[in-house]
């Protein structure tokens, strides 16, 4: 593999991908004249300081920090945002960063692109799903009354740079997360991807800057065709219907779980719910959930708690019509979106993953 | 002039304007399943009634009602519809309308294009201010500390329906407040459109059908060409530099004025602004300045309030690289925009406004 960073850009935005990838940036950064940046208590410590060793040209005039965790992706954290930027007398002609994971980037692009109408920013994604995934697509937005990007808006930053070095600040918990979408590359797009990931768990991996490459490439590629997600870009949901309602749930009980952890159950349920519909074979169907297990706990859901996860999909953005839609897999690499499912199915994939007995982590 | 209403299709909104428009809006609002409303306590007393009277084949599923007047334009507000949109577990095909004047296509704008990353709304102004300028263009947004506007993004209605029906349940207030953007289309781009309405104060004219559709073009032609204020759109920041300050001093003060009234302020500080720069025609200042005396009172500005005023155009969103630009009119239906200009002149032209002698409204 090329240790070179991968460069592209697109008509709207300019992706920069790889080991080097952040001093690279630094000519882009020079145009603006002020620089705003915006950190969580733990890339304040961990990551603002590599990236200002790395860019030690680039003067920042204003540090913004938020708290950490998807708890914070909410209306009070943006209106912090919105008065620090406003008490600073901060103009449009400004640049926003977002360095830190997919909560900075989603409240950053969402506060970035409604202060005063629209601010450019660039995304510095420094986890794993955040590279992978949230970093990439221009999907913004705040969790508001327990619902996940329930306000937000469909907005590019102008490039998005992604350098494995700042993997080295992760937790494990935080490897383990965006794990979870670098695995739905595979099971719905990706078969090579998928094939270098099959019988490993995420700690026995070091190909990251291979991995990363791929996984953001292949989101790329999707994001491109479909950037407000009128079709194929729905494949991308592959594991969020369910995941999201089990998220949502976790944050609602004040026991936030990680997005990696969630979408994870969420793509055994509806790897099942695949199967079903269109009779994968089922030696594949038990490699996948075993890859799934081999790297994620299972929760302690109930079956009592069902209702109230098919209520939580119901407020999904998914729904069309009353009904909801899910992006599934037809086989392995192929995903397919749009496809309706009853929610008695819905029901008896969620019993099947509480029922099911796992042996090992 | 024609009495059937002025239909244009551009590539993002559609346009009906004339008499008769409401009733010709039904087919398009019969595509969607489920449609909710936004009102402020007026409109619902006044044109909600209307609206159902013309258009009695359509479901409206939901009446949100917002309270009225600029003070109102600002987040709370919006939580309380995202709120009320989330309870109602309105999906993301659903329609949103904004029925109302500026107030209510601003911030139904803002919330409809930011709930679930955006829904489709339509706008249906029923203020002179709303169908000559705040319902056309996509601009929605909300105050924010005392600052005009602070929050918000460029998001285009799928529809603009401007039917004069509605002027009839105008207050006075309103008219006038409207009529300060109309006079400014006469000045900045349709010197035919000023003759129309020169040396006639507002409750004299009658040919309101020919004049909101002449104005509604021009603002139309030049959103059509730019769309997100580049270049050419900032012409129609003309008079609103100077104009927003004022706005957002006697907002702050608690003692709100209307935006007409505030923009018919800047718009004699500016010509007097313009005429020192592009010299233009001593009588035509006169003229222009007489126009606007005759329509608007005075405000009581004094000498002392002059630095906060000052303070409120730093933070407008014209500025850039620390600088104040304007958008000036060089003679009569023509402008320019991004004029620099020192800060000594605002200061003189505020005095000469502070200074003049006026005898009548």
Redesign the interface.
């Known amino acids: 593999m090329s240790k070179s960073p991968f460069l592209l850009d697109t008509k709207s935005v300019s992706y920069v991908i790889g080991e080097g990838a952040l001093a690279l940036s630094e000519k882009r950064l020079k145009k603006y ?1 002020r620089i705003i940046i915006l950190v969580d208590e733990n890339t304040e410590k961990h990551c603002l300081p590599v990236f200002r060793k790395h860019l030690p040209d680039i003067d920042i005039n204003q540090v913004v920090v938020i708290k950490s965790g998807e708890k914070q992706k909410n ?1 009070d954290q943006s ?1 912090y945002i ?2 620090k930027l ?1 008490k600073q ?1 901060v ?3 400004a640049l926003f960063i977002n360095l830190g994971g997919g909560v900075v980037t989603d409240i950053g692009g969402f506060v970035a ?6 601010v450019s920013f660039i995304n510095y994604p420094t986890t794993l799903l955040g590279m992978a995934d949230a970093a990439i697509g221009g ?1 913004t ?1 705040i969790d ?2 327990g ?1 996940k ?7 590019n930053p102008v490039s998005v740079v992604i350098d494995p070095i700042f993997l080295h600040t992760l937790e494990d918990i935080q490897w383990q997360s965006g794990f979870a979408e670098v695995m739905k590359y595979g099971l719905i797009m990706d078969r090579d991807l998928w094939y270098i990931l099959a019988g490993k768990n995420y700690r026995d991996i070091d190909e990251w800057n291979n991995i990363i490459t791929r996984a953001a490439r292949d989101k790329i590629d999707i994001v491109q065709y479909d950037a407000l997600e009128k079709g194929i870009r729905k494949n991308l949901n592959f594991g969020h219907t369910i995941g999201h309602a089990i998220e949502s749930h976790y944050l609602n009980r004040d026991h936030p779980v990680t997005h990696g952890q969630a979408i994870a159950a969420g793509m055994i349920c509806e790897t099942w719910i695949s199967s079903r519909i269109f009779e994968m074979d089922c030696t594949r169907t038990q490699e996948i959930v075993s890859m799934i297990d081999l790297n994620f706990s299972k929760f302690d859901l109930t079956e009592d708690m069902i209702p109230e996860l098919i209520d939580l999909m ?2 999904d ?1 998914k ?4 009904k909801l839609k899910f992006s599934l897999i037809r086989k392995l690499g192929k995903a397919t979106h749009d496809v309706e499912v009853d929610f008695d199915l819905i029901v008896d994939s969620l019993k099947y993953y509480i029922n099911r007995h796992v042996t090992s982590e």
Do not use: C, M, P
Not at 113 to 118: D, E, I, M
Not at 149 to 155: E, S
Not at 319 to 322: D, I, L, M, N, T
């Open positions: 004249r209306l209106i919105w008065d406003t007398k103009a449009r002609d692109s409604t202060y005063k109408r629209g999907k937005g508001f009354e619902y990007n329930q306000v937000g808006l469909f907005a119901r407020q953005k729904v069309r019509e009353g």
